[in-house]
């Protein structure tokens, strides 16, 4: 069995890993974006903040993961892989069943990796999960788009999954399915997010409307939404009001708040195209403060230094990102402190927020990466020209954050 290597170290490692943590997520059909190529969207909420990026070599394929920097196991928090398979989950707190009593758990990190080593396509995963010994340790809903124009959910607990299909116009009207902490198949009014999903909902169904489900709407105003639809609250609304200063607002169940570290965006390719066109963005620590970086998986070990360390030591880009942070949480001290924001730090009149300077020097670089995908898919990807990009980046990221934030590595 393809699988025999991992099954043997999913053994070794049953117990030794127990967080999991809520998401919001996305999986969107190439017949619902502007050019056809699919989408896959994780906005990642844990309370391990230092997330980076590492290359793989896997069974079959390469790939690039976001990991928890500490993380000696290596469980993936979604990726890519050299044949365009992406993977990422967000943690189902309803779907275990009453008669599951088994003990292993939380291994969802471990099997994206082995997915992303070993799968081509979204009839991969599940042929891996049917040759895995069960329980398999999970409760969760796996988002996958594949090189072949695939795109959907499995909601998955110890025992068994369902498959819910973006391309399938009795499941996903538009094309797109959202996923929060709660599975569809498990029980009803139970697990996490119910807000989240609401809000993420709405959002998505505008932008499909005005033609617009681009990886920079899932980047800008779905990972740094703003707006709580239970409450119908907007706080982008606040940045531009005078008398703003040290003003602090409730900051509870919005898409963006205390405990996200991380966001993955992949862009899919059509079925005509390389996989190795699929390109990962990239943001780590805290959101709001961190720029979107493109990660390719090419032929060879090539992440932005930006994104990446060696062992357990911290990416640059997460460490920049986590200091800014701590200047929108100041009351962070108190048990509670995670629940309130200085939203001047965001958003201003002055409009010298981070997130007001962030999302211009985002789409700059999302300008870069469209003249260079233009230019692969018209010939061929070129890991020269990644390499060249990456050193600018590189160079040029750091330099951004010290001149806009004062903020050194």
Known sequence: MIWKKGLIFFVIIIGLWSTTFPCTTAIVSGKATPDGRPLLWKHRD???FNNKVMYFEGIHYSFIGIVNSQDTLLHVWGGTNSAGFSIMNS????IVPKDDSSSKKDLEGYIMRIALGCCATIQDFANMLDTM????G???NF???????????YETNNYSYKFFDANDPKI???????????SVTGKENEGFGYNRFKTAQNITDEAFAANALTPEFFLHNATLCLRHDLTQTDLTKEFGKANFSNRVYPFRDFIVRYSSSSTIVVQGVKQ???????????????????VAVPVW????????????????????????CLKLKEECFPYIKWNEGENYVLLEKLGNVDNTGIMQLIIPFDKEIMGRVDKLLGKWRKSNFSAKDVLKFNDEIDRQIPIFYSINFEVKQ
């Not at 988002?143 to 959910?153: C, E, L, P, R, V």
């Not at 005509?272 to 961190?290: D, V, Y």
């Open 138 to 140: 999970i409760s969760a």
């Open 272 to 290: 005509n195209e390389s996989p190795l066109l699929a390109t990962s963005w990239i943001k780590l620590g805290f959101q709001p403060a961190s």
């Open 133 to 136: 010994p069960k329980p398999w």
């Open 46 to 48: 844990t309370e391990v």
């Open 172 to 182: 996903a009207p538009n094309g797109y399915i959202i996923r929060t902490n709660f």
């Open 91 to 94: 943690a189902s707190y309803n």
């Open 143 to 153: 988002g996958i788009i594949d090189a072949y124009g695939g795109a959907g959910y």
């Open 297 to 320: 998986v090419g032929t060879s070990n090539i992440v932005p230094q930006i994104l990446t360390a060696p062992s357990q030591s911290n990416a640059p880009l997460c460490d920049i």
